[in-house]
């Protein structure tokens, strides 16, 4: 799993009880890896919306 380069999205995950912080850990790595795998896909910024 790679770690969060934004600290305050790190933050946020944080904020989570761990049974919801695993599930949403699961779907970041689906979308980074997914993401790294897409050809024409450039880096991805994680952000708080």
């Not at 689906?30 to 708080?48: K, Q």
Request: glycine share 2%; net charge negative; aromatic share 8%.
């Amino acid at each position: 799993m790679s770690e969060f380069k934004n600290s305050m999205v790190a933050q946020v995950f944080e904020r989570y009880p761990k049974h919801i912080q695993i599930k949403l850990l699961f779907l970041r790595k689906l979308m980074l890896e997914t993401a790294s795998e897409t050809e024409d896909v450039g880096t991805v910024e994680e952000t708080l919306k």
